[in-house]
């Protein structure tokens, strides 16, 4: 499957605090994308990490690949009220049109 | 910066009637999805469309859905006979012309309740 599945379901965090999530998948990827979604709102493309890559950062978001182990993980540093939202990793395959999403975690961060 | 549109951002309907739900992608992209998430549940892919067809569509995706570009513009879902069921937001996507990088931007939605 091209889902990815994400962890910890939810997270709870005080501000300032460091968060991080976990992506898993299964199937050989060309790129991974994580998105953020707030309550009852759109998507957010937050960045995407290419196959051949292994880090990459996007102001206080750090994003790691382990294509050998088939995982992501998002850290989101010095957390804020406003990232309060469910954030979900997409796995991309070569030539695919779609994104499956997961079930997503759940963060909140506490003022 | 641009972004993709979407019209009505709530819709309200009785069961048994057709709605269009309407979006304007990005204007340099080819590539158009429709996604939707019941409350409380994932989000759901619907169909691809790029080149004036289908690319894929999902199970969900039957013969009471229908997408349309009909000008240059505007990317339009049709259900046309609305069940409770479809009660949910519904999301439009766009993404540019390049297969190694699908970057999906999404719509704000449509809330789409159906009475």
């Known amino acids: 499957s091209q889902q990815g599945e994400e962890d910890p379901q939810a997270l709870s965090i005080q501000e300032g605090e460091n968060a991080t999530m976990n992506c898993s998948y299964k199937?050989?990827?060309?790129?991974l994308q994580w998105y953020r979604q707030n309550s009852g709102r759109g998507l957010v493309h937050l960045i995407l990490?290419?196959?051949?890559?292994r880090e990459k950062h996007s102001g206080r978001l750090r994003v790691t690949l382990d294509t050998s182990k088939k995982s992501s993980s998002l850290l989101i540093t010095a957390s804020r009220a406003a990232d309060t939202a469910s954030y979900f990793c997409?796995?991309?395959?070569?030539?695919?049109?779609?994104?499956?999403f997961g079930a997503g975690t759940r963060l909140f961060v506490k003022a | 910066e641009p972004e993709v549109t979407q019209t009505p951002s709530h819709q309200v309907t009785q069961m048994g009637q057709e709605v269009i739900l309407r979006c304007v992608p990005i204007?340099?992209?080819?590539?158009f999805y429709w996604y939707r998430q019941i409350l409380g549940q994932k989000v759901e892919f619907l169909v691809s469309?790029?080149?004036?067809?289908?690319?894929?569509k999902s199970e969900i995706f039957d013969d009471q859905f229908s997408v349309e570009r009909p000008d240059g513009s505007n990317f339009t879902l049709k259900i046309r006979s609305t069940k409770l069921e479809d009660s949910a937001m519904y999301f439009c996507?766009?993404?540019?012309?390049?297969?190694?990088?699908?970057?999906?931007?999404f719509g704000p939605g449509t809330r789409l309740t159906v009475l």
């Open positions: 996507a766009s993404s540019e012309p390049s297969l190694s990088s699908n970057e999906q931007f």
């Open positions: 199937t050989s990827i060309n790129n």
């Open positions: 990490i290419r196959s051949n890559e």
């Open positions: 997409a796995p991309s395959v070569a030539g695919g049109f779609k994104t499956i």
């Open positions: 204007s340099n992209h080819l590539y």
């Open positions: 469309f790029y080149n004036n067809e289908i690319s894929e």
